[in-house]
């Protein structure tokens, strides 16, 4: 069981490792309830490490990982699921030779009727609704995120993980979604989004934390981050 007050994810001085190399040097993150957390960093910083490790996909060499409350060290990628974590991978994951409709009826394989799923869908993305019938794959990027996002709310998940939402997405698109995204964290859901660099994230995330070398750099409010983020990618390019 999970605790209802506990935040829905914590990383607490996380190492991980691939072969004998540490990626990560003592990781701290908190997604409290309801709140859209942007993971930032430069290339290579560990931001899809920590995404890894906190959905059970890679292991932690040392440190804890709680989700809602409970150790979840050595937990299955799938028991996470049914936790609350539901990932919306970076390239979207959706499946592009079929239709949106497809696409929504196959999220609803953990008990939501397809109806279900398909009307919520089309209220929070009018746009698929304009696009019920057409394959994915011919959708725009960004209405293959909404779809992509759409889907992982099938699930009803406690904590919704987006990787790199603004990948190959013109800014005005990127901030419609962002608008979305906020409005999601509204009702309740937490929301973990990883971003190389998107300045709109910072619009709608508390609080923001910048990786850098597999370490947490900077954490807290974006507004008062300016320095260090620009330290970050500034740094990043020498
Ligand atoms: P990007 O924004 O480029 O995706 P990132 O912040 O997500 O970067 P990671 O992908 O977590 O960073 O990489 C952190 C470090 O771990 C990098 O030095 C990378 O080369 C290394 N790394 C990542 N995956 C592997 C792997 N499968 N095997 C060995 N080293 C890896």
Redesign the pocket.
């Known amino acids: 069981m999970t605790e209802p007050t506990a935040p829905l994810l914590e990383l607490r001085n996380v190492h991980a490792a691939?072969?004998r190399?540490e990626?990560?040097h003592g990781i701290d993150l908190v997604v409290p309830r309801g709140q859209v957390v942007a993971l930032l960093?430069?290339?290579?910083?560990?931001?899809?490490?920590?995404?890894?490790v906190a959905t059970g996909q890679h292991p932690a060499s040392q440190g804890c990982v709680h989700v809602g409350g409970r150790h979840v060290n050595g937990v299955k990628p799938d028991e996470l699921a049914r936790l609350g974590l539901c990932t919306i991978p970076?390239g979207r994951g959706v499946f592009r030779s079929l239709t949106v409709r497809e696409n929504l009826v196959m999220a609803s394989y953990r008990g939501l009727p397809a109806d279900q799923i398909i009307e919520s869908a089309v209220a929070r993305f009018p746009r698929l609704g304009e696009r019920i019938g057409q394959v994915a794959g011919t959708l725009s990027g960004g209405e293959q995120q909404m779809l992509a996002m759409a889907r992982g709310l099938a699930t009803d998940p406690g904590l919704l993980i987006i990787d790199?939402l603004s990948m190959g997405l013109a800014p005005l698109i990127v901030a419609e979604l962002y608008e979305i995204v906020a409005g999601i964290a509204t009702e309740g859901v937490s929301i973990l989004v990883?971003e190389?660099f998107a300045r709109t994230v910072l619009g709608v995330a508390d609080p923001a934390v910048i990786?850098q070398h597999?370490h947490v750099v900077a954490a807290g409010p974006p507004a008062d981050l300016e320095a260090e983020l620009s330290a970050a990618y500034l740094g990043a390019s020498t």
């Open positions: 691939y072969g190399i990626v990560l960093g430069p290339n290579g910083a560990g931001k899809t490490t920590t995404l890894l970076e790199e990883v190389q990786m597999g």
